[in-house]
């Protein structure tokens, strides 16, 4: 099925930013489904931040205001820009669309 490739995490100090990106496989013409979730160390997978069947969007209330969600289908590809970012943030932050996952890309956040 799809193949999504999460990149650009790494390790950041509170309050700083990250731009995760997903690429897919195959043209994206539609996002809706489309999102970003993260698992902590003993914690079940969250969700994060998704596109709606409408087309809107919808928040984690633990990220809203600082993370957004967007979308670019020339390049096939969603992003998660991550803003004043926490310690509790740390966590490995997956892709989801079309009933796959990707791999993950770990996103740390300490000083």
């Known amino acids: 099925q799809v193949q999504l490739v999460e990149s650009g995490g790494g390790l950041v100090q509170p309050g700083g930013s990250l731009r995760l990106s997903c690429a897919a496989s195959r043209t994206i013409f539609n996002f809706s489904g489309m999102g970003w979730y993260r698992q902590a160390p003993g914690k079940e997978r969250e969700l994060v931040a998704i596109f709606r069947s409408d087309g809107s969007t919808h928040y984690a209330n633990s990220v809203k205001g600082r993370f957004g969600i967007s979308g670019d289908n020339a390049m096939n590809t969603v992003y998660l820009q991550m803003n004043s970012l926490k310690p509790e943030d740390t966590a490995v932050y997956y892709c989801?669309?079309?009933?796959?996952w990707g791999r993950g890309t770990q996103v740390t956040v300490s000083s």
């Open positions: 989801y669309w079309m009933n796959s």
